[in-house]
T-cell receptor, first 113, second 115 residues
Framework: NAGVTQTPKFQVLKTGQSMTLQCAQDMNHNSMYWYRQDPGMGLRLIYYSASEGTTDKGEVPNGYNVSRLNKREFSLRLESAAPSQTSVYFC????????????FGEGSWLTVV | DQQVKQNSPSLSVQEGRISILNCDYTNSMFDYFLWYKKYPAEGPTFLISISSIKDKNEDGRFTVFLNKSAKHLSLHIVPSQPGDSAVYFCAARGSGSGNTGKLIFGQGTTLQVKP
């Protein structure tokens, strides 16, 4: 029972490098989200996708791009990584826009040096 | 502009006693509130929720109270157990047109339950 799966779990990048965080869910959920967690800041929404083919900005979208490849997959791309993007990234999904509970993946620890 | 605030970064409680975690919000359009629990190196997991039309919801040892006039909610854990030691996040969902059901989270409160 996988739920929400994120890869990679750990990554170290040099400033200016690019990378993509992958996320897939097997619960047939319509909505998917990317959050970042920083000390003292809680979980902040980067981007979300209410349904396949749609994406929208969250609270902190700068420096990121996303792709909702299909209903299952929602990727987050850092085109030119910066030290300020060192964080723990969580992908999440929810049944539909009126559903109340979102389900999180286990997180991806990203360090930009 | 933090719409959901957890003003206590940490809380320490003795095993068997009550833990009370607090959360304040500023947006009166929030219509649903949730609590998530997070262990180190894991993703947050859903704990309990409450609709804005209610003032209390109970699930076993966990009870959430909502005071709409004060824009305040709290999570009570009774009795507290060492396994409850984790970070607790309060979250709120906005309502109205244009809402996409996304959640806004507080900063989190680290609960330590001492044996």
């Amino acid at each position: 029972n996988a739920g929400v799966t994120q890869t990679p779990k750990f990554q170290v990048l040099k400033t200016g490098q690019s990378m993509t965080l992958q996320c897939a869910q097997d619960m047939n959920h319509n909505s998917m989200y990317w959050y970042r967690q920083d000390p003292g800041m809680g979980l902040r929404l980067i981007y979300y996708s209410a349904s396949e083919g749609t994406t929208d900005k969250g609270e902190v979208p700068n420096g990121y791009n996303v792709s909702r490849l299909n209903k299952r997959e929602f990727s987050l791309r850092l085109e030119s990584a910066a030290p300020s993007q060192t964080s723990v990234y969580f992908c999440a999904s929810k049944r539909d826009r009126d559903g109340n509970t979102i389900y999180f993946g286990e997180g991806s620890w990203l360090t930009v040096v | 502009d933090q719409q959901v605030k957890q003003n206590s970064p940490s809380l320490s409680v003795q095993e068997g006693r009550i833990s009370i975690l607090n959360c304040d919000y500023t947006n009166s359009m929030f219509d649903y509130f949730l609590w998530y629990k997070k262990y180190p190196a894991e993703g947050p997991t859903f704990l309990i929720s409450i609709s804005s039309i209610k003032d209390k919801n109970e699930d076993g040892r966990f009870t959430v109270f909502l005071n709409k006039s004060a824009k305040h909610l709290s999570l009570h854990i009774v009795p507290s157990q060492p396994g409850d030691s984790a970070v607790y996040f309060c979250a709120a969902r906005g309502s109205g047109s244009g809402n996409t059901g996304k959640l806004i989270f507080g900063q989190g409160t680290t609960l330590q339950v001492k044996p």
